[in-house]
């Protein structure tokens, strides 16, 4: 998956109100580099035009009514990423929805809340006509009065027990995937509000072009382990259980390998992680446009972050800033993202072994996967800790009597580069890596 934004991107890339088109325009080529979908931001009109959409004000607006200061959302209008979707849809990639539906933002009035006395912006009426709310619409309402998640931003919280604040979420993850094209969710903060709602909205049986279509699902769930694992439980009982979660506890494991100086490599082998324990429900990631924009991103060795997510388990997932801006894609070269992607979509199957782990190499392999439709022979991954020297010991394999060719790597040395490897009868060999850095060898 292409995180395809990251936090004023419009502005900063001379694109705004036409955001969509340009990611448009680099579908072909995501398309050849291996990616299977596009996560796009919040696509409704927010609270201001030139807002990324965390504070929503009319759903139903995807930029075409002259409101909150102009037409076109921050990244273009409906027809526009309409366009986009099928373009991607035509070469073979998913879109998904980032849904923001614990909060809303940009009223027109304040309103005396009768339950508490407080007065907020709670009057909305957006010239979509869609959805219109009043203080009955939040917290506190008649229909729920203490809030079931936690609070956000100081924003208005919406109050989905209220049967047309419910109906109106509903009606909105209707039309995204059965008009505008959409094929699943990402759900923004959800620590704010009840898993029902996710679960709900995940297991409506949706229809598009006369075929049933179940969404990909994924929640944001900024959180240590074991808050994101009870999430993941109370959300999936609601499911069939589909719904996914970004481990945000590997995030911040890959982040200390890569900024912390002398980080054990042994604390990647430590349990406490969702794609060791519920891979199929783990999005992995390097950095998103929350993390960056809070100054909390990766800053030194990146690849070596993406490295594990590409060839571990996990459903991984690319942020533009990184792919583009920062120029780690390097197509047409072992040493990049695209060689990781190829690398994760032709070997990286079947369950991780650990074979060597000490403070300073890690040493895994991928056990291969094959059934009638797909084949991944499996690899080693080899990631070297040390500054200053190549470094790899011998292992022993499942392969006997095989030849390995490094197929991606990086590191500190620009100029030398892994060999072929053979192991012996009962499948041992060395696997060597760069200084600070990663090598992927496959069989050959």
Known sequence: MLQAFYWDCPEKEGKTGEWWNFVAEKIDGLSKSGFNSLWLPPVSKAAGVTSMGYDPYDYFDLGDFDQKGGVKTYFGNRKELESLINNAHEHGLQVYADMVINHNSGGDEEEVNPIDGEKRWTKFTPKSKMFP????????????????????AGFPHLCHRNPLVYTAMMEYAQMLIEQIGFDGFRFDFV??????????????RYERDGKPLVPFVVGEYWEDNQSIEDWLNKVNSFTDNQVAAFDFPLRYRLKDVCDTPSYDLRKLTEDGVIATKRPMHAVTFIDNHDTVNEGNGIVNDKMLAYSVILTHEGYPSVFWLDYFNFELARPGTPHGIDALIDVHHRYAGGESEILHCDPDLYIMQRNGFKNDDTEQPGLIFVLNNLGNQWSGTSVKTRWPNQKFKPLAWDGHDQVAHPDERTTDAEGNAEFPAPPRGFAVYVPA
Do not use: C
């Open 191 to 204: 620590k704010g509000y009840g898993p029902w709602m996710v679960g709900t909205i995940a297991k409506y």
């Open 133 to 152: 709310r009043d203080w009955n619409s939040f917290h506190p309402s008649r229909y729920e009065q203490t809030l079931e998640g936690e609070v956000f």
